[in-house]
Nanobody, 124 residues
Framework: QVQLVESGGGLVQAGGSLRLSCAAS????????MGWFRQAPGKERDFVAA????????YYADSVKGRFTVSRDGAKNTAYLQMNSLKPEDTAVYYC?????????????????WGQGTQVTVSS
């Protein structure tokens, strides 16, 4: 059984930083793509970033490019989302997700496994 558990959310002022973690259990994630998504109240779940676990190739939404960095630690079976220069519009529940394969997708329907989400609130 694959389980993903996010942590690291919180309240931060605009311009600040947070690092989210996604601890994966149930299997090693070589051969998987790990994605980060976010959902603000009343809005759809949007793609933020993805990493191909085996090769560490990374992909970002235009809205976060240059501010967010996705990474993974194979030994800890954990993915990270480092978020810098945060803006109030980054406020959302952030989710990590996983899909088997080496192709990344921006649509959340392509991901089979999801964490419970962690709230990120950026104050102005």
């Amino acid at each position: 059984q694959v389980q993903l558990v996010e942590s690291g959310g919180g309240l931060v002022q605009a311009g600040g930083s947070l690092r989210l973690s996604c601890a994966a259990s149930g299997r090693t994630f070589s051969g998987y793509v790990m994605g980060w998504f976010r959902q603000a109240p009343g809005k759809e779940r949007d793609f933020v970033a993805a990493i191909i676990w085996s090769y560490a190739n990374t992909y970002y939404a235009d809205s976060v490019k240059g501010r967010f960095t996705v990474s993974r630690d194979g030994a800890k079976n954990t993915a990270y989302l480092q978020m810098n220069s945060l803006k109030p519009e980054d406020t959302a529940v952030y989710y990590c997700a996983a899909r088997y394969g080496s192709t990344w997708y921006a649509h959340p329907n392509e991901y089979a496994y999801w964490g419970q989400g962690t709230q990120v609130t950026v104050s102005s």
